[in-house]
């Protein structure tokens, strides 16, 4: 065996940079939030819902993705799923935000951490 050939099946077992791809709002959504958000369970606003939906978005994501970082009422952190990164749990919020009339952009990498600050200080009251 050549040594390139070698170093080539190295390489191969090594996971790559950055992990597993990131989820869109739309599949965190579907795999997570729908268990409640599709129904209303636990008084949870239901996707879609302009009604419901509509005073949350007037709020803005500075008050609703760290409600959702650190979990609100009977709605756990991160949905319950602490294996989802930051960016993730902001994106199905924008996701379930303009399903309920937002017009919200893809999160940036800056909103998402002041987000997750937020939503450690208010864990620490």
Not at 28 to 34: F, G, H, L, N
Not at 42 to 53: E, L, N, Q, S, V
Not at 74 to 83: C, S
Request: net charge positive; hydrophobic share 45%; glycine share 12%.
């Amino acid at each position: 065996m050549r040594p390139y050939s070698i170093l080539l099946l190295l390489l191969a077992g090594l996971p790559l940079p950055g992990g597993a791809a990131e989820q869109s709002g739309a599949q965190v959504y579907a795999a997570v939030c729908s268990e409640c958000h599709a129904t209303g369970k636990h008084d949870a606003p239901a996707f879609g819902d302009r009604k419901r939906w509509g005073r949350l978005v007037r709020e803005g994501l500075d008050d609703l993705v760290p409600a959702a970082l650190r979990g609100i009422r009977q709605m756990p952190a991160m949905g319950g799923k602490p294996d989802l990164s930051d960016l993730e749990v902001a994106r199905a919020v924008v996701h379930m935000a303009n399903a309920g009339g937002g017009k919200f952009a893809e999160p940036t990498a800056a909103e998402v951490a002041r987000w997750r600050k937020k939503a450690d200080a208010a864990r620490k009251r």
